[in-house]
């Protein structure tokens, strides 16, 4: 007897842990605008959900069944937050204002393929260099390190944009050459015989002139 109530304590616990996941991730997805996706996941939620709920019924007078089906729904949230940290949807604007506007900071960020818009700026001691950068989330932290490395006192802002249009880092990232050292180096050599071919048969047909 015993034992059977310790199954059913698991069953419900693990089913509601999946549940609160998926639906944590649903959400998430909805909120991202991956609305396909996100009812592929819903129809999977909904049937854990009934099965769930339908053992938690059928057991009420087990306060057990009332414990684990509470504790494996706070459970499903923290895993329903862990894996869309995974999953790192979306892309991260962040801004920073570095006090040293002489630091060679756009074209370090612009090298490894974050998108960079930087102006000077005037703080209350002095001229600051002030930058927005657009990167996928998957990239965050290592931002986050890279700026450090760069200018270790510099002061960062981040926030999640809602839509982004036009602009070449967009077409960037569908070529998936952002953060690709290896891709970005081919396609730079290629762009650099591409100048040379062109600036000899430039040369070339001066001085067939």
Do not use: H
């Not at 494996?72 to 790192?88: D, H, N, Q, T, Y």
């Not at 818009?117 to 930058?131: E, P, V």
């Amino acid at each position: 007897m015993l034992s059977n109530a310790f199954i059913m304590v698991a069953i419900i616990l693990v089913i509601n842990i999946v549940y609160v996941s998926l639906s944590t991730v649903r959400m998430i997805l909805t909120l991202k605008g991956r609305r396909y996706i996100a009812s592929i996941v819903s129809m999977f939620e909904i049937v854990i959900y009934v099965l769930g709920l339908g053992l938690v019924l059928d057991n009420l007078n087990e306060i057990q069944n009332l414990l684990a089906y509470a504790i494996g729904f706070g459970i499903g949230v923290i895993c329903g937050s862990k894996i869309e940290e995974k999953l790192a949807l979306g892309y991260i604007t962040v801004n920073v204002i570095s006090s040293d506007p002489d630091i060679k900071f756009t074209r370090m960020l612009r090298d490894k393929g974050y998108g960079v818009t930087s102006w000077y700026a005037y703080g209350m001691d002095g001229d600051r260099l002030s930058m927005q950068i657009l990167t996928p989330r998957k990239y965050e932290l290592n931002l986050y390190e890279t700026i450090k490395e760069i200018d270790p006192k510099a002061f960062i802002i981040a926030y999640e944009p809602k839509q982004i249009y036009g602009g070449f880092w967009v077409k960037q990232v569908r070529k998936g050459r952002l953060m690709n050292p290896k891709k970005r180096a081919e396609e730079d050599v290629a762009g650099n015989k591409r100048q040379q071919v062109d600036a000899a048969s430039t040369q070339s047909l001066d001085d067939q002139e």
